[in-house]
């Protein structure tokens, strides 16, 4: 069975300092990866999404970036984060072809990440 | 396009049963919701693929109306674990993501 993990749980991070965010998936080739960011109470913020090695689609022009080094490896950063930053983010994967339907989305437990 | 959702939040009391409302401008080819508990991750709930069509989840069940752009969430004889954030979403752009709405915030209390 596929299995996404993410880590960590919780970050708390001084302004400017550096942000990697890692997630993996098992039991799967070739997914479609997806990073979230949701703010206290709110909804889902697309930020990434990647339908291969390599491949990143930004959604929300930001400090934020994202690379996949590896077919089941989704990576989101920053080089220095804002107090803005602060957020619940969560990797998601998909499989990959899902047709005109779209794809079921299953989400990682996130990583609650506090900017101070 | 986001999917509008309605309400936004509701408060029942257990065994009450309730609808949640997702509706887009765009024609829709299908809805999936999920459900995502107070500091949990979403969780999928089901995907609706074509219109009239009804699934169900426990007591949960969902139908859409590809005329009207619209999907409903039924929640029947409500249980405290029902609890939680219940958003729908929507495929877009190569049907490669989902738009989710803004989320409609359920409270059952006892």
């Known amino acids: 069975s596929q299995t996404i993990h993410q880590w960590p749980a919780t970050l708390v991070q001084p302004v400017g300092s550096p942000l990697s965010l890692e997630c993996t998936v098992e039991?799967?080739?070739?997914?479609?990866l997806y990073w979230y960011r949701q703010a206290a109470g709110r909804g889902l913020q697309l930020l990434f999404y990647?339908?291969?090695?390599?491949?990143i689609s930004s959604e929300v022009p930001q400090n934020l970036s994202a690379s996949r080094p590896q077919d089941r490896q989704f990576i989101l950063s920053s080089k220095k984060l804002l107090l803005s930053d602060s957020g619940f983010y969560l990797c998601?994967?998909?499989?990959?072809?899902?047709?005109?339907?779209?794809?079921?989305?299953?989400f990682g437990a996130g990583t609650r990440l506090s900017v101070l | 396009q986001q999917p509008v959702q309605s309400p936004q939040a509701v408060i029942l009391r257990e065994g009450e049963d309730a609808v949640i409302n997702c509706s887009s401008s765009?024609?829709?080819?299908?809805v999936h919701w999920y459900r995502q508990k107070h500091g949990e991750a979403p969780v999928f709930l089901m995907i609706?693929?074509?219109?009239?069509e009804q699934k169900g989840h426990e007591k949960i069940s969902a139908s859409f109306n590809e005329k009207k752009q619209q999907s409903s969430l039924y929640l029947t004889a409500s249980q405290l674990s029902y609890s939680g954030t219940y958003f729908c979403?929507?495929?877009?752009?190569?049907?490669?993501?989902?738009?989710f709405g803004q989320g409609t915030r359920l409270t059952i209390n006892p």
């Open positions: 979403g929507t495929p877009t752009q190569g049907a490669q993501k989902l738009v």
């Open positions: 765009k024609a829709l080819y299908s």
């Open positions: 609706l693929l074509k219109g009239g």
């Open positions: 998601a994967w998909s499989p990959l072809s899902g047709g005109i339907a779209g794809n079921i989305q299953y």
């Open positions: 039991g799967t080739s070739n997914p479609n």
């Open positions: 990647s339908v291969g090695i390599g491949q």
